[in-house]
């Protein structure tokens, strides 16, 4: 399976803290994304980064890419209360087609 | 707000029932999927839909009927179901794949439709 292992499972922490989400994939990949997930909600896609960049940036989410190690980190820097939700990573395989993978997902609280 | 519309929002039907979920997106896009969620896991693709062809089909039983009647509009017709089957079912959709066929890019998801089966 091309699921990803996201690590922690769970993180709390203070607002104004930074947060950072650890994915781990298992081959190689066309892109990686990012969605953030509110309790009970749909998905809403943060960031894709594609497998020929390292990093990027988008307002307070900075993302990494190393797919030597098959491995992605986001960070959410000055983390606010409303940041409170589940972030799960997702691949897309080369030739997979419209195929979207989504890994074991992080549930984040951020706390006052 | 989402561009992606999930009806109905929640739904409660017994084993022999037959129901159907409704997803609608006006963003031109022509790739539209069904994901099944559980509660604190990951989404699981169920179906993929490429310009309005049924192009990923996850090894889910028949009793989950899916429907594309337009490049719009995406169905999930339910049938007998079973209690496991209780879940989030979400919606999504996304640009065309380029020529080559495996650019998936950005996913636009609905909110869901909490389903129970009795």
């Known amino acids: 399976s091309q699921q990803g292992e996201e690590d922690p499972q769970a993180l709390s922490i203070q607002e104004g803290e930074n947060a950072t989400m650890n994915c781990s994939y298992k081959?190689?990949?066309?892109?990686l994304q990012w969605y953030r997930q509110n309790s009970g909600r749909g998905l809403v896609h943060l960031i894709l980064i594609r497998s020929n960049e390292r990093e990027k940036h988008s307002g307070r989410l900075r993302v990494t890419l190393d797919t030597s190690k098959k491995s992605s980190s986001l960070l959410i820097t000055a983390s606010r209360a409303a940041d409170t939700a589940s972030y799960f990573c997702?691949?897309?395989?080369?030739?997979?087609?419209?195929?979207?993978?989504f890994g074991t997902g992080t549930q984040l609280k951020v706390e006052l | 707000d989402t561009e992606v519309t999930q009806t109905p929002k929640h739904l409660v039907m017994g084993m022999t029932n037959k129901k159907s979920l409704k997803c609608e997106q006006h963003?031109?896009?022509?790739?539209m999927y069904w994901y099944k969620q559980k509660a604190k896991k990951p989404p699981e693709l169920m179906f993929v839909?490429?310009?309005?062809?049924?192009?990923i089909n996850e090894s889910v039983p028949s009793r989950f009927s899916p429907e594309c009647p337009n490049s719009s509009l995406l169905n999930l017709h339910l049938h007998a179901l079973q209690p496991e089957d209780s879940a989030l079912y979400l919606c999504a959709s996304s640009r065309s794949p380029g020529t080559s066929g495996a650019n998936t890019g950005e996913l636009f998801f609905g909110e869901g439709s909490r389903l129970t089966v009795l």
């Open positions: 081959t190689s990949i066309n892109n």
């Open positions: 839909y490429s310009y309005e062809k049924l192009s």
């Open positions: 963003m031109g896009h022509r790739a």
């Open positions: 997702a691949t897309s395989l080369p030739g997979g087609g419209n195929k979207l993978t």
